[in-house]
């Protein structure tokens, strides 16, 4: 996209504001100061043999940035500050496009995107399409690590330094909302973060309908997906449910549940420090009841799902409710059996000691 001077309207503005506070993590730090040396000739024979330019043995291609778009308004809104945004940064922008297969016409609406993505000035721009396979945790659960793993791919196969996501303010509250829902923990609730590896969220402060007026005073069509309309998903019904919720409480309910959400992550990051540093100091099972029991209860909810996970319980099955009966054997001990966790665990006590292990190894 052409860099245009003058002043944007409000949204487009914010939303780039947003894009060069994510990319001002990749400004290249000053130059060390060298000492003045000799001209040399324009070529020269370096010692691995190869004849290069006087400069290419220092310089450095500038940092890839890749636009996750879906079509969206959002990831459009965001894939156009980011072309506006990467040129004056130094950086390389370019897009991704994931083809879930789940709309007929789901190919169309990704060609289309490229097309756009293209017209914006990103480069390179990938179609990727995928195979989405439920496991039981539903359509959006499949979709979504579907989607992460072709991220991750491209992320590889194109050398990129990150990967920009279109989530937004609106999509933070209704997270916030189903982990209120579920009963859920701090960490939950602290809703998406907005680093995470590669992956960066510059939009969690950006409204869906800045997003969408952004695109919109840009000449910029986007594609709206049928299924942010069907209440069979918990997602789509979450967000009726925030949009009833500013209706009946007043306007400010989806920016309070994303405050609590920023909140809640730094209480949280935290916590799992310390959980982190308690699991380190217990060392190897069986661990003794003392021990386990020493430690603050905030924490230890958090150390009973490191210990079972790493003993191979999938970290998606570890619920509140086996933290809570494996906690129950140090401070509701009458004798009671071993608890059956994920992962086919057995986690029991025996006098001053608790042990998990696969259950064929102790039964």
């Known amino acids: 996209m052409t860099r245009a001077w003058g002043k944007p309207d409000a949204a487009t503005a914010a939303v780039r504001v947003a894009v060069r506070r994510v990319l001002a993590e990749l400004a290249p730090p000053p130059a060390p100061q060298s000492p003045a040396r000799a001209p040399q000739a324009d070529n020269v024979v370096a010692a691995d043999g190869l004849t290069r330019g006087d400069h290419d043995a220092d310089a450095a291609a500038p940092p890839l940035v890749l636009v996750a778009c879906s079509g969206g308004a959002d990831s459009l809104a965001l894939a156009a500050a980011t072309a506006f945004e990467a040129p004056p940064a130094g950086v390389r922008a370019g897009a991704v496009v994931v083809d879930h297969g789940l709309q007929p016409d789901s190919a169309h609406v990704a060609d289309r995107a490229a097309q756009t993505l293209h017209a914006l000035g990103l480069d390179p721009v990938e179609v990727i399409r995928v195979e989405v396979t439920t496991d039981g945790d539903g359509v959006e659960a499949a979709a979504r690590t579907a989607r992460y793993r072709a991220l991750e791919e491209a992320t590889h196969s194109h050398g990129a330094t990150l990967v920009l996501l279109g989530h937004t303010l609106d999509d933070q509250a209704e997270q916030v909302l189903l982990g209120l829902v579920r009963g859920s923990g701090a960490r939950s609730l602290a809703g998406m973060p907005s680093a995470r590896g590669r992956f960066r969220r510059p939009l969690l402060s950006i409204t869906r309908d800045q997003c969408r007026a952004s695109a919109a005073a840009q000449g910029l069509t986007w594609w709206d997906d049928p299924m942010n309309e069907d209440p069979t998903f918990a997602r789509v019904r979450a967000r009726r449910a925030v949009a009833d919720l500013e209706r009946d409480l007043g306007p400010g309910v989806a920016a309070a549940l994303a405050r609590t959400a920023s909140h809640l992550r730094t209480d949280a990051d935290h916590l799992d420090a310390a959980a982190d540093a308690a699991v380190s100091a217990l060392g190897g099972g069986p661990w003794p009841v003392e021990a386990l029991h020493g ?69």
């Not at 799902?305 to 619920?319: E, F, H, I, K, M």
């Not at 086919?344 to 190894?361: F, T």
């Open 295 to 363: 430690i603050p209860a905030a924490v230890r909810s958090r150390v009973w799902r490191r210990l079972l996970t790493a003993a191979g319980a999938p970290a998606s099955q570890v619920s509140t409710r086996h933290v809570e009966a494996c906690d129950a054997l140090l401070t509701a001990w009458r004798g009671q059996g071993p608890i059956h966790a994920p992962g086919a665990l057995l986690v029991r006590r025996s006098g001053s000691r608790v042990s998990i292990a696969p259950s064929a190894l102790v039964e």
